[in-house]
């Protein structure tokens, strides 16, 4: 059993440095972007982009966004080309993308919440483990990391007299983006590229400027702006595709007529990214997963992207990789559906009361036909290639596995 102790643990999640030199990256990592891979770094204030180095040859950082109203920061991009063995930013190397990846590491829904509703204990890494849980997860060496969603979370002030939070800043800018996932990421970030997926936290009446500015995979923000919708794009992990969607803003409650036709797209356009060979899709609403009450509504099986998906999911499509709902959960389907995997309990509140077997429910008229749940416990799911397959293990904080799952294209088989 794969065990770290914790001491090494909190050391490496704290070990991000609050101030960079002058000159110095303050953040980098590697994402995959449409059209391949691409380095970031996000420099402080107006200071000029760092060079990048690729395989011996060194080249200036494009900037992507200058400082502009909360966001005291340069963002900086490079293209990384195909191929590619060596790279790094001021000394420091990056992790590049390994053929045929066989580590997945699959985690969401990270940030800390103080909201009008609920007020998470930020400064406890009991109550709040994503700092831990970065460096386990980077201590298990991925080839690939995919965030379903939901990074930004600190969105009021912090109650006055609780301790919890004090001290939190919150709304959308840099300072909450560094304090819920940039800094706390590092660990992770320093392990391997990212596929990044845009969750409804980062819709631009929310943290939508922070992620435009940083995480979005497309070109042209605007100074002070948020992005709009991304159009689907396809990820080459070699003979396993993945095809992302931007689905933050789907309707969850009722199908909504308006953006039905807009989804039923997305979903047509898989085909036409990924037309043969295995394919994941990742977006962070799932469609058919065990709702869970939030707030006296149930979230979990989006009516606009079942209504949406209807008759146009590719046969192809073996998995659907989402967040959203604040637990795990692994679901096959007694219909002709791809297995559908949740890893949305990787930092904030937990939901508790979503079932640990749900085998036979009924969803959006779709019925179980096998799965795990695991309410109430933090943590993040690793898929790794096995004869004919993926392994799909469940993992708490401390890198325990609690579940463990075969996946053969659509057939789904739990120890």
């Known amino acids: 059993m794969f065990q770290i102790p914790f001491r090494a643990v909190l050391l490496a ?18 994402q995959y972007v449409p059209g391949g891979v691409e380095a970031r770094a996000i420099m402080e204030g107006a200071q ?6 690729i395989d011996g040859k060194t080249a200036s950082m494009n900037v992507r966004s200058a400082p502009g109203e909360a966001y005291p920061i340069t963002v900086c991009a490079s293209a990384i080309p195909a191929g590619a063995v060596a790279a790094d930013i001021d000394g420091k190397a990056l992790p590049l993308p390994r053929p045929n990846p066989s580590r997945v590491l699959l985690v969401g829904d990270t940030g800390c919440r103080v909201s009008k509703e609920a007020v998470q ?17 980077a201590a298990l060496k991925p080839d690939v990391v995919i965030h379903v969603g939901d990074f930004h979370y600190r969105e009021a002030p912090c109650p006055l007299a609780n301790k919890g939070c004090e ?44 992620w435009s500015r940083t995480l979005d995979p497309y070109p042209g923000v605007s100074e002070s ?41 997305e ?42 998906a209807r008759n146009d999911m590719p046969a192809n499509v073996d998995a659907l990789l989402s967040g959203h709902i ?13 297995i559908q995997i949740v890893s949305g309990n990787g930092g904030d509140d937990l939901h508790r009361t979503a079932p640990s077997d749900p085998t036979g429910m009924t969803i959006n008229g779709v019925t179980v036909a096998t ?41 789904l088989a739990c120890e």
């Not at 101030?19 to 110095?24: D, I, K, Q, R, T």
């Not at 392994?391 to 325990?400: F, G, K, Q």
């Open 13 to 30: 999640a704290l070990a991000f440095p609050a101030v960079a030199s002058a000159g110095s990256p303050y953040r980098q990592w590697v």
């Open 167 to 210: 001290g939190s800043p919150f709304g959308d800018k840099w300072d909450v983006w560094n304090a819920d996932f940039f800094g706390p990421a590092q660990p992770l970030l320093r392990a391997a590229p990212f596929v990044f997926v845009r969750g409804n936290h980062e819709e631009c009446e929310r943290g939508g400027k922070g």
């Open 326 to 338: 604040h637990t795990f959960q692994i679901l096959s389907y007694k219909e002709d559906l791809p």
């Open 48 to 53: 000029a982009c760092p060079a990048i180095r």
């Open 267 to 308: 979903f047509q356009d898989i085909a036409r990214l990924a037309p043969t060979g295995p394919v994941w899709v990742a977006f962070h609403r799932p469609i058919w997963a065990t709702g869970v009450s939030v707030f006296g509504f149930t979230v979990g099986d989006n009516k606009t992207l079942a209504e949406a």
């Open 371 to 411: 799965g795990r749940g695991a309410p109430g416990v933090f943590g993040f799911a690793m898929l790794e290639r096995e004869p004919g397959g993926w392994r799909a293990t469940n993992y708490d904080m401390n890198a325990h596995p609690l579940d463990v799952c075969h996946m053969k294209g659509r057939a």
């Open 225 to 265: 702006g948020c992005l709009g919708m991304g159009a689907p794009f396809l990820v080459d992990l070699g003979d396993q595709k993945l095809v992302v969607l931007d689905v933050s803003t789907a309707a969850e409650l009722r199908a909504s007529a308006t953006q039905v036709p807009f989804f039923r797209k």
């Open 121 to 137: 204990d930020c400064n406890n890494m009991d109550a709040w483990p994503f700092p831990k849980g970065s460096a386990v997860e």
